[in-house]
């Protein structure tokens, strides 16, 4: 990306740690649902991925990534990361939260770092794509080189 100000917080920092990653731009469509963007992508919706921010009944935080072709289980997801239960926060809560749009919340840059679970179908593919940190922008990254920014684990979190 060649102009400045295109630059959001997760592409900043993994140019910082120099990894292999790539950015693409949708910001030209009216793609909205994660579908749309993996549609106008041209892209399997089983490798986009959307990113969600939950509140345990502990009041943790806790971010997760689906495929869009998919929903969060959210028992599946409370056992992932040993609560009793968990939430979607309120779309109003994710700006302060994370520093993240709701449609462009990436789990690279948040102001601060939560437990982050990734849907085990993640390791069907090479690569996967997620936010950019602003709506039309979706990064395509190995599953290998994400540990080298953000510390997650694998589940199985997902529901058709």
């Known amino acids: 990306m060649k102009n400045k100000e295109e630059k959001t917080n997760a592409i900043r920092l993994l140019e910082q740690k120099k990894l292999q990653f790539a950015v693409h731009d949708y910001s030209q469509s009216d ?8 549609d106008y992508l041209q892209e399997n919706p089983d490798r986009v991925f959307k990113t969600l921010v939950t509140v345990g009944k502990s009041a943790g935080h806790y ?5 869009v072709s998919r929903e ?20 109003k809560e994710l700006l302060p939260l994370t520093g993240y749009i709701h449609g462009g919340c990436s789990p690279v840059g948040m102001k601060k770092f939560f437990p982050t679970v990734i849907d085990a179908s993640a390791e069907n593919f090479d690569k996967i794509f997620f936010s950019g940190g602003k709506i039309g922008l979706q990064i395509e990254m190995s599953l290998s080189e994400l540990p080298k920014i953000i510390t997650f684990k694998l589940a199985d979190i997902s529901v058709q």
């Open 63 to 67: 971010v997760f990534l689906v495929p």
């Open 31 to 38: 793609a909205l649902s994660g579908m749309e963007v993996a």
């Open 72 to 91: 969060l289980d959210l028992k599946k997801a409370a056992k992932a990361v040993n609560e009793k239960s968990i939430d979607m926060i309120k779309a």
